[in-house]
């Protein structure tokens, strides 16, 4: 491990102490990694940012000695030590067995924040809107990417989608204090609750009970189909946008990329008990080691870094001194249009342009701002009381169980299925309905709808009776007594009187 101390000078005798040097993790990766980190490294040491690095291997050199995880003892000792990483793109190596670093990284530190700040540049980088700034605030930790997969029949494969309370407080606590700390004035939460009513409906219904306590800031709740739309064609209706993980994925591509390019955006990953920050772009091994790479990505991530250890003075400095670069016409080989214009620069001349005019001002873009007043630490708002207590925990009655068969008999048809459900359930259970892919087939149904080898059987308490927990095996074990293949069950709750399932078809 090399460590080296930037920018920690020791203060004379007769001024007071400067403050210390921040410990943070650095991993300089593949690809282009470690070209665009020594770039980044350099700046961040000629504008005296008081961090103290150590740097980690992470990556395909990892991998290829065998850790599917891509990341080995030692680098967690030192994510443990600074609980802050500078990281650099990696490449994930292909083929199966080995595990996204990524997704390991934010899910072993519980970064359940994804910020991707997106601000156009233009004239000075090409971009389709002037004026462009939105933050994506994205949930990192649940949704689709919680990556619980199955094959359950020979034709149907699952992933589930689960959203927690817990996730969807964290998520918009985090993006109203964020809004508050970075004098945002509006925050538009994106979902599809419109079909996925319990899911995305619990994330639209945390966001909204959340945003009582911050009166100040503006509200909306959009439907992401259309909201995706108007972020690609009418980005400054925008200002911060709130989404669950996979729309958070998409929209954040597609304002980075409205904004001018991929290539120029960072992203910070913050959790409660530690924070991760890299560009969004990837290892780019195609321009590896030629000087090609734009280190601008990377070195977004890195003020983004500075103003959560409270350094934003620095990042404002560094910002500056870049976008002051940009109007200069110096550009690296991905973002040069215009010879008259603009001086074609390498990956480190790039770099040396940056230093060279720290201390300077934009002319024309917006400068930066203090994001977060120097010395405050841009951390978390650690919730309150996430898991309810026991006095505030609902009352939940079991209903009944939707239990999934995998049925492809050739000929077969819904009617078939009822009767040998039916024949096979005992008295106090009674069959309800049958689904196929959500579509009601039983008791009412469609000849047109296309029928898959996955079935939704419904059973519920016949009138009068009240289920007990066992009943559910019971149901199950007697449908496989009949040759049925019961792949799995999921049980109906109220919680309170309302039902904790989608009610059937048509939602
Ligand atoms: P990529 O982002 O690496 O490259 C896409 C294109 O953009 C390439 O033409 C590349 O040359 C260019 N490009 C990317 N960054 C650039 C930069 N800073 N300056 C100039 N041009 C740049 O995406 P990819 O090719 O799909 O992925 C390559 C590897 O990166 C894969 O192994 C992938 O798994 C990995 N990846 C890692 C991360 C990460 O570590 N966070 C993210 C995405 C992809």
Known sequence: MNTATIAATAAPASLPAAPAAVPITVARGDGIGPEIMDAVLRILSAASARLAPEEIEI????????????????????????????????????GSGYKSLNVTLRKTLGLYANVRPCVSHAPFVPSLFTGLDVVVVRENEEDTYAGIEHRQTNEVYQCLKLITRPGCERIA???????????????????????????????????????????????????????????ATEPHRFDVVLAPNLYGDILSDIVAQCAGSIGLAGSANIGDAGAMFEAVHGSAPDIAGRGLANPSG???AAGLMLVHVGQADVANRIRNAWLRTLEDGVATADIFRDSSRQRRATTAQFADA???????????????????????????????????????????????????VHWDEPGRSAGQLAQRVRAALPASLQLKMITNRGVMVWPEGHPETFCTDHWRCRVMAAAGHVITA?????????????????????????FNGQPGYSLGQGE
């Open 173 to 231: 606590r985090y993006a109203f204090a964020y809004a508050r700390r970075h004098g945002r004035r509006k925050i538009t939460c994106m979902v599809k609750d419109n079909i996925m009513k319990l899911t995305d409906g619990l994330f639209r219904k945390v966001f909204l009970e959340t945003a009582a306590a911050y009166p100040e800031i503006q509200t909306e709740v959009m439907i992401v189909d259309i909201g995706a739309a108007l972020l």
């Open 59 to 94: 990556g395909e050199k990892v991998y290829r000695a065998g850790r599917t995880s891509g990341i080995g003892a030692e680098a967690w000792d030192s994510l443990r030590r600074t609980r802050v990483l500078l990281k650099a793109p990696i490449t994930t190596p292909v």
């Open 354 to 404: 940056v230093i060279a005019r720290l201390g300077q001002e934009p002319r024309h873009l917006p400068k930066a701002m203090a994001q977060s007043a120097a010395g405050t630490v841009d951390k978390p708002v650690v919730a309150a009381a996430l898991t309810p207590t026991p006095a505030s925990r609902p009352e939940k009655i079991l209903e009944g169980s939707d239990l999934f």
């Open 470 to 494: 066992h009943e559910i095996p019971v149901a199950m074990t007697a449908l496989t007594q009949t040759g049925l293949d019961v792949i799995k069950t999921e049980n109906l709750y109220r």
């Open 298 to 300: 990377l070195l977004e």
